[in-house]
């Protein structure tokens, strides 16, 4: 696929992103790598409702920004750190979905042991330390934090995916939101009634997990 059409591609994810309710008009940010070993992620100052591929800017693995009439997103570095350690993922989405995110600054945890879709794609997301949006050490923090896992929640800030597709990354964190509801609900209801160990165990075999 060339870089124009995963820079397309990267633009339809984000308009779906903001269209489900999964972001703000300026929050979050979508990247994927190209056939080239470039990466391909959305710029900043942009409606993330409207945005195309000329929205969508390629910055090298080292750094380099290849489109430099674009403000490349503030999140560039904690993408770029997730890829130069993580070769088999291929996309990230960040994002702020308002249940998701309520539980970065919660004193609680989503619950993905819920239903089995939730576990076998999510798996047991981090948490994450806060550090600064943007900086240095929100990139290196994120990057040791997520060597193994899918999905981080980013205390006081938000969330973030990997997959190795951009339906993969895109999927859990609308997943991750969804059990984050649901974790909602059942307080509410009053009770819960989650996958048990040898339940939890079968689920981690069939997605090649052990």
Same mark, same amino acid.
């Given at each position: 696929?060339?870089?124009?059409?995963?820079?397309?591609?990267?633009?339809?994810?984000?308009?779906?992103?903001?269209?489900?309710?999964?972001?703000?008009?300026?929050?979050?940010?979508?990247?994927?790598?190209?056939?080239?070993?470039?990466?391909?992620?959305? @710029?900043?100052?942009? #409606?993330?409702? &409207? %945005?195309?591929?000329?929205?969508? +800017?390629?910055?090298? /693995? !080292?750094?380099?920004?290849?489109?430099?009439?674009?403000?490349?997103?503030?999140?560039?570095?904690?993408?770029?750190?997730?890829?130069?350690?993580?070769?088999?993922?291929?996309?990230?989405?960040?994002?702020?979905?308002?249940?998701?995110?309520?539980?970065?600054?919660?004193?609680?945890?989503?619950?993905?042991?819920?239903?089995?879709?939730?576990? @076998?794609?999510?798996? #047991?997301?981090? &948490? %994450?330390?806060?550090?600064?949006? +943007?900086?240095?050490? /929100? !990139?290196?923090?994120?990057?040791?934090?997520?060597?193994?896992?899918?999905?981080?929640?980013?205390?006081?800030?938000?969330?973030?995916?990997?997959?190795?597709?951009?339906?993969?990354?895109?999927?859990?964190?609308?997943?991750?939101?969804?059990?984050?509801?649901?974790?909602?609900?059942?307080?509410?209801?009053?009770?819960?009634?989650?996958?048990?160990?040898?339940?939890?165990?079968?689920?981690? %075999?069939?997605?090649?997990?052990?």
């Amino acid at each position: 696929m060339t870089s124009l059409a995963k820079r397309t591609q990267v633009a339809e994810y984000m308009r779906r992103l903001y269209a489900r309710g999964l972001t703000t008009a300026s929050g979050g940010n979508i990247s994927c790598r190209t056939s080239a070993g470039n990466v391909a992620i959305t @710029a900043s100052k942009l #409606d993330k409702a &409207v %945005i195309d591929a000329d929205g969508v +800017g390629l910055v090298t /693995l !080292a750094g380099v920004n290849l489109t430099p009439e674009l403000t490349l997103s503030i999140e560039t570095g904690m993408h770029l750190a997730i890829y130069a350690q993580r070769p088999e993922v291929k996309a990230i989405v960040h994002a702020h979905p308002v249940f998701a995110s309520a539980f970065s600054a919660a004193q609680a945890s989503i619950n993905t042991r819920l239903t089995a879709e939730a576990y @076998a794609i999510i798996g #047991d997301p981090v &948490v %994450i330390p806060y550090a600064l949006m +943007g900086s240095p050490d /929100l !990139a290196k923090q994120v990057a040791a934090d997520l060597t193994t896992a899918s999905c981080g929640i980013l205390e006081n800030h938000g969330v973030i995916a990997l997959g190795v597709s951009l339906l993969e990354a895109f999927d859990r964190i609308e997943l991750l939101e969804n059990a984050a509801r649901q974790t909602v609900i059942l307080a509410q209801l009053g009770g819960r009634r989650e996958l048990s160990p040898e339940q939890l165990r079968q689920l981690d %075999i069939f997605m090649g997990r052990t």
